[in-house]
């Protein structure tokens, strides 16, 4: 079964509007980290921002906040003021200890474009 | 410095050929990470070293052999390849690889094509 699921394999907004990336998750762990990383065409995976599962405020920095909501174990990355810039593949990532180990497991992802 | 380095940043070899891939990280992270990429897909984990030992194969074939000399520095040594191993060769580092909140830094990775 699949830990992440990203349902949209292609977004388009226009720049300077926000946009919602889904992402939904898997697993029977208490503690889990959620990440989500921004792929442009050049092929080095970037960092945006994290959530753990036990916090309790939503994750933000800055044009990039992510959408926690753990009854429904989904975290959605909202990219608020989309620039041409952000157009790249968006990956969402959970850190959990299955099978003892933390190894990281990425959804399908997400491809933006956004159009001026 | 938050950066990871990969070189080379390209690489063309036949399936005889013998080369290695390196990365390196300066961030104090005792967790580096080999990952494979194929076009539109997500990383495929293949290798984790935690505290300069090998952690995890991920059933990696024997023609990748990783090699971790220091924790700063990462390798991947590559023998007779098949053309199916063209990908997108991404290293990763993190602080540790034991906790479910440690965030990966990613090289910008190596284009590797199989002839």
Redesign the interface.
């Known amino acids: 079964a699949q830990k992440i699921t990203q349902t949209q394999p292609g977004m388009f907004v226009q720049e300077k509007e926000a946009v919602t990336l889904d992402c939904t998750y898997d697993t029977s762990d208490q503690s889990y980290g959620l990440f989500w990383y921004k792929q442009p065409s050049s092929g080095e995976m970037i960092f945006l921002i994290y959530q753990g599962s036990y916090d309790e405020q939503n994750a933000t920095e800055g044009r990039y906040s992510l959408n926690f909501q753990k009854a429904r174990k989904s975290a959605n990355l909202v990219i608020s003021a989309s620039q041409l810039g952000d157009s790249a593949m968006y990956f969402c990532a959970m850190r959990d200890a299955a099978g003892g180990s933390y190894i990281p497991t990425f959804g399908r992802g997400t491809s933006l474009i956004v159009h001026p | 410095d938050t950066e990871v380095t990969q070189t080379p940043k390209h690489l063309v070899m036949g399936m005889t050929n013998k080369k290695s891939l390196k990365c390196e990280q300066h961030m104090g992270h005792r967790a580096m990470y080999w990952y494979k990429q194929k076009a539109?897909?997500?990383?495929e984990?293949m290798f984790?070293y935690s505290y300069e030992k090998l952690?995890?194969n991920e059933s990696v074939p024997s023609r990748f052999s990783p090699e971790c000399p220091n924790s700063s520095l990462l390798n991947l040594h590559l023998h007779a390849l098949q053309p199916e191993d063209s990908a997108?060769y991404?290293c990763?580092s993190s602080r540790g690889?034991?906790?479910?909140?440690?965030?990966?830094?990613?090289?910008?990775?190596t284009?590797l094509t199989v002839l």
């Open positions: 539109k897909k997500p990383p984990l984790v952690s995890i997108l991404l990763a690889s034991s906790s479910s909140y440690n965030e990966q830094f990613f090289g910008p990775g284009r």
